[in-house]
Nanobody, 124 residues
Framework: QVPLVESGGGLVQAGGSLRLSCAAS????????MGWFRQAPGKDRESVAA????????YYADSVKGRFTISRDNAKNTVYLQMNSLNPEDTAVYYC?????????????????WGQGTQVTVSS
């Protein structure tokens, strides 16, 4: 298993911001597309954002477009998710995931490696 370790979650008021980080080790990070997913209680896991390994192209779920930004730093083997204008509907456990090569995808089953998740709670 390739360890992916998320950090940066926490409790924030509606309208606030958080930045999640996901540090990877044991892989050639620059060759991996990275994704962020989330799962709220009682709901299915959903894709939030993804970034390609090849050209840094990005994908965003409609629900987060204009509020969230995914980025990566290959020198630090880290992918980030900047989350602004948070609302209570963003409350979930957020997971990062890694996929070796391939095209940009938001499908969870395309990702082979997953982190343990970090809790984000947005209070109203």
């Amino acid at each position: 298993q390739v360890p992916l370790v998320e950090s940066g979650g926490g409790l924030v008021q509606a309208g606030g911001s958080l930045r999640l980080s996901c540090a990877a080790s044991g892989l050639t990070f620059s060759r991996y597309s990275m994704g962020w997913f989330r799962q709220a209680p009682g709901k299915d896991r959903e894709s939030v954002a993804a970034i390609s390994w090849s050209d840094d192209s990005t994908y965003y779920a409609d629900s987060v477009k204009g509020r969230f930004t995914i980025s990566r730093d290959n020198a630090k083997n880290t992918v980030y998710l900047q989350m602004n204008s948070l609302n209570p509907e963003d409350t979930a456990v957020y997971y990062c995931a890694a996929r070796a090569g391939g095209s940009l995808t938001a499908r969870g089953f395309d990702y082979a490696y997953w982190g343990q998740g970090t809790q984000v709670t947005v209070s109203s």
